[in-house]
């Protein structure tokens, strides 16, 4: 998978999606508040499964397309921050499942 540089929080992706549309109806046809709706076209929240699975419902996307939208800003916002320094088990090139 390649890194993508700093991609979109997915709020502002859906802001897009959007346009032209109250956030107060699409809340509503989300069945959350219009509180939740900002905070996430905003950046302030994340897309959870449940969000995705709504969002595929009212826009005819798909469920993972939302959900590897915020994978990918989470983990490029966490590969930004500081990190402790974590120790590979000894010997190991990875876990082998039996």
């Given at each position: 998978m390649s890194n993508m540089h700093n991609p979109a929080h997915p709020g502002f992706v859906l802001k897009e999606w959007l346009e032209g549309i109250s956030i107060t109806e699409a809340a509503a046809r989300l069945h959350i508040t219009r509180a939740h709706l900002s905070r996430i076209i905003n950046g302030h929240t994340g897309i959870n499964a449940d969000m995705a699975l709504r969002l595929s419902d009212l826009l005819g996307t798909s469920a993972?397309?939302?959900?590897?939208?915020?994978?990918?800003?989470?983990l490029w916002q966490q590969r930004h921050q500081p990190r402790p320094t974590v120790r590979p088990f000894a010997g190991s090139g990875g876990f082998v499942l039996a």
């Open positions: 993972e397309m939302w959900l590897t939208m915020q994978n990918n800003y989470d």
